[in-house]
């Protein structure tokens, strides 16, 4: 198949990696892979939070980092 006239053949070009700042969750910046539904989160300061298996998880995922800080202090 070749690609349209006017249009550049992106067949073999690497996927798109974007990170996105998530509003409604606070300090925290999250990573999406257009690879898999995993979301990656971080804290503004680069501390990694962990992975979400899916976008839906990401409250979950940050409601237990905040318990695990405000029990044991910034990391």
Do not use: I
Not at 19 to 44: H, Q
Not at 48 to 64: F, K
């Amino acid at each position: 198949m070749r690609p349209r006239p006017g249009r550049p053949d992106t067949r073999d070009a690497p996927k798109a990696r974007t990170p996105a700042r998530s509003p409604g969750y606070g300090p925290y910046v999250c990573w999406f892979d257009a690879d898999t539904t995993d979301v990656e989160v971080f804290t503004e300061g680069g501390t990694w939070v962990g992975t979400a298996p899916e976008p839906n998880d990401l409250g979950e995922l940050l409601e237990a980092f905040e318990h695990q800080q405000a029990a044991g202090g910034e990391q």
